[in-house]
């Protein structure tokens, strides 16, 4: 008689609903499951650290549009694993966490990590469902995965106990039906006609209508009918921080460089999928124009009105069809610019000399050499790893995937690259949650390198595309340990640390530290200097070492690691590292900042602080 085990069937389920990567760590009892989903052609990837592996899964789910899996091990593990829940719910990624626990019967009984998970979590996700029987298997982790998909995307959990993963299932649960679990892709809704028509009266009569383009646009892979619509009304656009690429950054309606001129001034805008929250300011004076009327495009009702958009004017539905309902109804017609004040200048005369302002600014950092007696700038080694990288492979191609976190880091590197492809941009989100960018990494490869999820339309699956990490020095630390995952997959990312020597900026133990860089060996160097004793006075509470060789942490498991200081060996590195097969880090040694203002661009000048360091 075939039977089968829990795991097995925890497995078989997954597979039958299209799971083709789990991302978690072992332990008992899961450690089963994730042997029984290797044995079925499933890949499991096994990280360090519970945090990375469930950032992981969440921007999986975002960059492929299917859920992605986590599987971790009970108690501490769902604790490390909150702060991937936390970041899906942050940024609306499907995401379906699956967690051993207790046997249900030593239940409080201070079990092997025993933790109540479904008390715990029920508040942080959208289901969590305890598999509390054998043949309760299927069921909970197919509710579980379609609850993360359809409707606004989020976090679900399973919560698995040892004695139902180890159990022994009756003969008839041994192989589930496939065609009864097999789910198709979310139902998607159109909206109100009403509505559109209401939304296409007001941006015919805008002055200076905008379009604000979200990373939920990028996530409805509404790409090809933004497109079109922007071609055919001519209508600005701003993408956001991960809405870029919907719409190539060089297109010329582009207000990414004019993004303050283009929130003061726009009378109407058309936001799709995105927030009215901190990343646009609220949709409110001062950045906003008190005036403007907000028009939102979301899957979710529970977001029109929010903040400072036009309730009466919010239309629910999925981007794609909504924007095909744009095209219908404004085919006749083109955005005609006229001075949006009585002698003033016309909307988009605005947007182009505050942009050509800005990037002017932009490019005189870029193109400033860097005397032999400082450290290079954030601008500068931008400058050059951009211009490396140009050389090796055409920007408009595609084929690399960035992530970017930190503060200044992730700030001054949004400008800089440039997006020809959409979800190819991967920073700290609407969480802003610092210690991703390594788990992204290796959720970028298994979207674009490794398995396409069937049902996936990954355009350029076949063609491995190299992934690229911009890292804060701080960003970088919360899990470096995931260099070894890279190696252990033979995952050839680049990783850049911008080694500032700080959260934000270094301290004044700093510029000491500086001059002792110079006279170290590039090749790794054994004995690492340590800080002059006295220095350490000057900690602040910002303060990293400078002298940390990060990129030791490629070369003590098989990768490439380089010391960069100067712009020679920072072209060198690039180029090296772009064309290595093994994953690389690359420590690059720049300008630590002292005494210069602590911020996040992002957050507008009103939330400054002034650094007193
Ligand atoms: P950003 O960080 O780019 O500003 P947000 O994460 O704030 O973007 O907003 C994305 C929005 O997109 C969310 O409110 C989410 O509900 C919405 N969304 C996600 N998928 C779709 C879809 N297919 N159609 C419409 N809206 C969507
Ligand atoms: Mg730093």
């Given at each position: 008689?075939?039977t089968?085990?829990g795991?097995?069937?925890i497995?078989?389920?997954l597979r039958d609903?299209?799971?083709?990567?789990?991302?978690?760590?072992?332990?008992?009892?899961?450690?089963e499951?994730?042997?029984?989903?290797?044995?079925?052609?499933?890949?499991?990837?096994?990280?360090?650290?519970?945090?990375?592996?469930?950032?992981?899964a969440?921007?999986?789910?975002?960059?492929?549009?299917?859920?992605?899996?986590?599987?971790?091990?009970?108690?501490?593990?769902?604790?490390?694993?909150?702060?991937?829940i936390?970041?899906?719910?942050a940024?609306?990624f499907?995401l379906?966490v699956l967690?051993?626990?207790?046997e249900?019967?030593?239940v409080?009984?201070?079990?092997?990590?025993?933790m109540?998970?479904?008390?715990?979590?029920?508040?942080?996700?959208?289901?969590?469902?305890?598999?509390?029987?054998l043949?309760?298997?299927p069921?909970?982790?197919q509710n579980a995965y379609?609850t993360?998909?359809?409707?606004?995307?989020?976090?679900?959990y399973?919560?698995l106990?040892a004695?139902i993963?180890q159990?022994?299932?009756?003969a008839s649960?041994?192989?589930?039906?496939?065609e009864?679990?097999?789910?198709?892709?979310?139902?998607?809704?159109?909206?109100?006609?009403?509505m559109?028509?209401?939304?296409v009266?007001?941006?015919?009569?805008?002055?200076a209508?905008?379009?604000v383009?979200?990373?939920?646009?990028?996530?409805?892979?509404?790409?090809?009918?933004?497109?079109?619509?922007v071609?055919h009304?001519?209508?600005?656009?701003?993408?956001?921080?991960?809405?870029?690429?919907?719409?190539?950054?060089?297109?010329?309606?582009?207000?990414?460089?004019?993004r303050?001129?283009?929130?003061?001034?726009?009378?109407?805008?058309?936001?799709?999928?995105?927030?009215?929250?901190?990343?646009l300011h609220?949709?409110?004076?001062?950045k906003?124009?008190?005036k403007a009327?907000i028009?939102?495009?979301?899957?979710c009702?529970?977001?029109?009105?929010?903040?400072?958009?036009t309730?009466?004017?919010?239309?629910?539905?999925?981007?794609?069809?909504?924007?095909?309902?744009?095209?219908?109804?404004?085919?006749?017609?083109?955005?005609?610019?006229?001075?949006?004040?009585?002698g003033?200048?016309?909307f988009?005369?605005?947007?182009a000399?505050?942009a050509k302002?800005?990037?002017?600014?932009?490019?005189?950092?870029?193109?400033?050499k860097?005397p032999?007696?400082?450290?290079?700038?954030?601008?500068?080694?931008?400058h050059i790893?951009?211009?490396?990288?140009?050389?090796?492979?055409?920007p408009?191609?595609g084929?690399?995937?960035?992530?970017?976190?930190?503060?200044n880091?992730?700030?001054?590197s949004?400008?800089?690259?440039p997006?020809?492809?959409p979800?190819?941009?991967?920073?700290?989100?609407t969480?802003?949650?610092m210690?991703?960018?390594?788990?992204?990494i290796?959720?970028?490869h298994e979207?674009?390198?490794?398995?396409?999820?069937?049902?996936?339309?990954?355009?350029?699956?076949?063609?491995?595309?190299?992934i690229?990490?911009?890292e804060?020095d701080?960003a970088f630390?919360f899990?470096?340990?995931?260099?070894?995952?890279?190696?252990?997959?033979?995952?050839?990312?680049l990783?850049?640390?911008?080694?500032?020597?700080?959260?934000?900026?270094?301290?004044?133990?700093?510029e000491?530290s500086?001059?002792?860089?110079?006279d170290?060996?590039?090749?790794?160097?054994?004995?690492?200097s340590?800080?002059a004793?006295?220095?350490?006075k000057?900690?602040?509470s910002?303060?990293?070492?400078?002298?940390?060789?990060?990129?030791?942490?490629?070369?003590?498991c098989g990768?490439k690691g380089y010391?960069?200081?100067?712009?020679?060996e920072l072209e060198k590195?690039?180029?090296?590292?772009?064309l290595?097969?093994?994953?690389?880090?690359?420590?690059?040694?720049?300008?630590p900042?002292?005494?210069?203002?602590?911020?996040f661009?992002?957050?507008?000048?009103?939330?400054?602080?002034?650094?007193?360091?």
């Amino acid at each position: 008689m075939a039977t089968a085990t829990g795991a097995q069937l925890i497995a078989r389920t997954l597979r039958d609903l299209g799971v083709t990567v789990i991302f978690g760590i072992v332990g008992i009892p899961v450690v089963e499951i994730a042997e029984e989903a290797i044995n079925l052609g499933i890949r499991f990837v096994a990280f360090r650290n519970e945090q990375a592996c469930s950032y992981a899964a969440s921007v999986y789910g975002y960059m492929t549009g299917r859920p992605g899996v986590c599987l971790v091990v009970g108690g501490p593990g769902v604790l490390h694993a909150l702060a991937g829940i936390g970041n899906a719910t942050a940024n609306n990624f499907p995401l379906i966490v699956l967690a051993g626990s207790a046997e249900t019967s030593n239940v409080t009984k201070g079990s092997f990590q025993e933790m109540d998970a479904i008390s715990f979590l029920t508040p942080h996700t959208k289901l969590a469902v305890r598999a509390s029987t054998l043949d309760s298997i299927p069921g909970s982790v197919q509710n579980a995965y379609r609850t993360c998909w359809y409707g606004r995307p989020g976090p679900t959990y399973v919560d698995l106990p040892a004695d139902i993963i180890q159990g022994n299932a009756p003969a008839s649960l041994a192989v589930p039906p496939p065609e009864k679990i097999l789910l198709p892709s979310p139902p998607r809704a159109s909206g109100d006609p009403k509505m559109i028509l209401k939304a296409v009266q007001l941006l015919k009569s805008a002055k200076a209508p905008l379009l604000v383009i979200g990373k939920g646009a990028a996530y409805a892979r509404a790409e090809a009918g933004i497109r079109k619509l922007v071609e055919h009304t001519q209508v600005p656009f701003l993408p956001t921080p991960m809405g870029k690429g919907v719409i190539p950054d060089s297109h010329p309606l582009n207000a990414s460089s004019a993004r303050s001129a283009a929130l003061k001034h726009s009378d109407v805008a058309l936001v799709l999928g995105a927030r009215l929250n901190w990343i646009l300011h609220f949709g409110e004076p001062p950045k906003w124009s008190p005036k403007a009327k907000i028009i939102q495009v979301d899957i979710c009702a529970e977001e029109i009105g929010r903040n400072a958009g036009t309730a009466e004017l919010g239309i629910v539905g999925d981007i794609d069809l909504v924007v095909e309902q744009f095209q219908h109804a404004l085919a006749n017609w083109r955005y005609t610019p006229s001075p949006l004040s009585a002698g003033g200048q016309p909307f988009p005369v605005l947007l182009a000399e505050s942009a050509k302002k800005n990037e002017a600014k932009a490019q005189k950092a870029a193109l400033l050499k860097t005397p032999s007696s400082s450290p290079l700038t954030y601008q500068r080694a931008y400058h050059i790893i951009k211009s490396t990288l140009n050389t090796l492979t055409p920007p408009e191609a595609g084929d690399v995937v960035y992530v970017s976190e930190g503060a200044n880091t992730m700030d001054i590197s949004r400008s800089v690259f440039p997006l020809y492809h959409p979800r190819q941009r991967l920073d700290a989100g609407t969480y802003a949650t610092m210690g991703v960018g390594l788990g992204y990494i290796i959720a970028a490869h298994e979207a674009f390198n490794a398995s396409a999820s069937p049902g996936t339309t990954l355009s350029a699956a076949a063609k491995p595309k190299k992934i690229i990490a911009l890292e804060g020095d701080s960003a970088f630390g919360f899990s470096a340990m995931e260099i070894e995952t890279m190696a252990r997959y033979r995952i050839p990312a680049l990783i850049f640390v911008m080694n500032n020597s700080g959260i934000y900026h270094g301290d004044s133990t700093s510029e000491d530290s500086w001059r002792s860089l110079q006279d170290q060996t590039i090749i790794s160097d054994t004995k690492a200097s340590s800080p002059a004793e006295e220095g350490k006075k000057g900690l602040r509470s910002t303060s990293l070492l400078y002298e940390t060789r990060y990129e030791q942490l490629a070369t003590m498991c098989g990768g490439k690691g380089y010391f960069a200081r100067t712009e020679e060996e920072l072209e060198k590195a690039t180029r090296d590292g772009f064309l290595s097969d093994s994953v690389t880090v690359v420590n690059v040694v720049i300008d630590p900042g002292i005494g210069k203002k602590i911020g996040f661009a992002w957050q507008g000048n009103n939330n400054k602080q002034e650094a007193k360091l």
